[in-house]
C-alpha cells in the first residue's frame, strides 16, 4: 500500500514540475506622478511589468480593481517593448477622487496568458482641500473723472423692475440652496455613506492581506522588533473588522471583540484562532512576552486564514442576498 502511494506521488510530481517550470518570474512596479492631490484633481498611475522568455503578460481590467474613495476616468492601451530577452508591459492610468481622506486601491493582478503570475503593492495616496483665497485688494479702483470734467451727470431714468427682477432672483436663489441643504444634501450624504461603506466592505479582505504581506516582508521578529510587530498585525486585524463588520475593534478590548465575534457567521475554530493571536499579543505588548519564532509565524498565518476565509464568506453571502433581491 506504502509503496503505490509512494508512486502515485512520484507521478503527480513529474506531472507538475513541468508545468511550474513554465511559470514566469516577473516583477510588478506601480507608481503614482504625485502623492497628495487636490478634490477633483486627476493624478497618473503607471504599472509595469517586467518577465523573461515569451510570456503575454497582461494586468487586471481596470473594471475589477476594488477601490476605496477613488476611481479610474482613463485607461490607456498597454504598450509592450522586448530588450536583450526581457520582456516589459506598461498601461498608464488617469485617477481622480472627490472625497478627502484617504485613497485606496487593492493589489492589481499580473497575468500571463491564463496563469495569474503576480500581483502589485497596495497603493494609496492622500485627498486634500485647497483653501479659498480672497483677494481684499481687488475691490479697490483708481477714482477718475468722467470725460470732460466735472460735469453735471444726469439722473438716470428709475429701474424699479430691474431691482424687482434682482429681488427675485435672490429668494430664488435662497429657497434652492434651503431645499437642497434641508431636504436632498442628507439624502445624498446618505447614498454617498452607503456607496462607500459597501466599497469598504468589498476590499476590506485584499487590503488587509496586502498589508500582511508588507509586514512579513518586514521581517520584525527576525530584527528582535516583536512588540512592533504584534502591535502592526493587531492594528490590520481589527482594520479588518470595523471594515468588514462594522465592529469598532480599534477602542474594544480582547474580551469586548470577542463578544463581538460570537454575534457573527464565523466558525467556533475562528474564534478560537483569533483569541488565542489577541491575548499573545497582549502578552508581548504589555507583559514583554517574547514568544519562539514557531509561534510568531503561527500566529500571523492565522490570521492571514482567517482574514481571507471570512472574506470569501462575506463575499458568497452577499452574491445570494444580492441574487435573492432580484
Not at 492631490?37 to 518577465?51: C, E, M, S, W
Not at 504598450?79 to 508591459?89: L, S
Not at 496568458?113 to 500581483?119: E, H, K, P, Q
Not at 478590548?253 to 465575534?261: G, K, N, Q, R, Y
Request: charged share 25%; hydrophobic share 45%.
Amino acid at each position: 500500500m506504502l509503496k503505490c502511494r509512494s508512486f502515485l506521488w512520484m507521478m503527480l510530481m513529474l506531472v507538475a514540475l513541468p508545468t511550474m517550470a513554465q511559470q514566469p518570474e516577473v516583477t510588478v512596479t506601480a507608481r503614482f506622478d504625485t502623492s497628495h492631490i487636490l478634490v477633483g484633481d486627476h493624478l497618473h498611475l503607471q504599472l509595469t511589468a517586467r518577465t523573461t522568455g515569451n510570456a503575454s503578460l497582461s494586468f487586471q481590467s481596470k473594471d475589477d480593481w476594488k477601490m476605496m474613495n477613488c476611481e479610474v476616468l482613463e485607461a490607456a492601451d498597454a504598450q509592450h517593448a522586448e530588450k536583450d530577452g526581457q520582456v516589459r508591459v506598461w498601461q498608464d492610468f488617469v485617477v481622480t477622487a472627490f472625497d478627502t481622506g484617504r485613497a485606496v486601491i487593492a493589489p492589481i493582478q499580473v497575468w500571463a496568458d491564463t496563469a495569474l503570475v503576480a500581483c502589485s503593492d497596495t497603493l494609496f495616496f492622500y485627498v486634500d482641500t485647497l483653501p479659498v483665497f480672497v483677494d481684499t485688494a481687488s475691490a479697490f479702483r483708481d477714482i477718475k473723472l468722467p470725460l470732460g470734467g466735472l460735469e453735471r451727470v444726469e439722473k438716470a431714468r428709475s429701474k424699479i423692475w430691474l431691482w424687482l427682477l434682482l429681488v427675485g432672483v435672490i429668494l430664488a436663489l435662497v429657497a434652492f440652496v434651503v431645499v437642497f441643504f434641508k431636504v436632498w444634501w442628507p439624502k445624498l450624504k446618505k447614498k454617498r455613506a452607503i456607496r462607500q461603506r459597501e466599497i469598504r466592505r468589498q476590499s476590506s479582505g485584499a487590503i488587509a492581506l496586502g498589508h500582511i504581506r508588507e509586514l512579513k516582508a518586514k521581517e520584525l521578529c527576525q530584527k528582535g522588533m516583536t512588540k512592533e510587530h504584534y502591535s502592526e498585525l493587531s492594528v490590520i486585524l481589527r482594520t479588518y473588522l470595523d471594515d468588514q463588520w462594522d465592529v469598532n475593534a480599534m477602542e474594544m478590548v480582547t474580551d469586548e471583540i470577542m463578544t463581538a465575534l460570537a454575534s457573527l457567521e464565523v466558525t467556533e475554530q475562528q474564534r478560537l484562532e483569533i483569541f488565542s493571536f489577541l491575548k499573545i499579543s497582549d502578552l508581548v505588548k504589555y507583559a514583554r512576552r517574547q514568544p519562539p519564532m514557531e509561534e510568531n509565524a503561527l500566529q500571523i498565518d492565522n490570521v492571514t486564514k482567517f482574514v481571507r476565509d471570512t472574506d470569501q464568506q462575506e463575499q458568497q453571502r452577499r452574491v445570494q442576498e444580492a441574487a435573492q433581491r432580484k
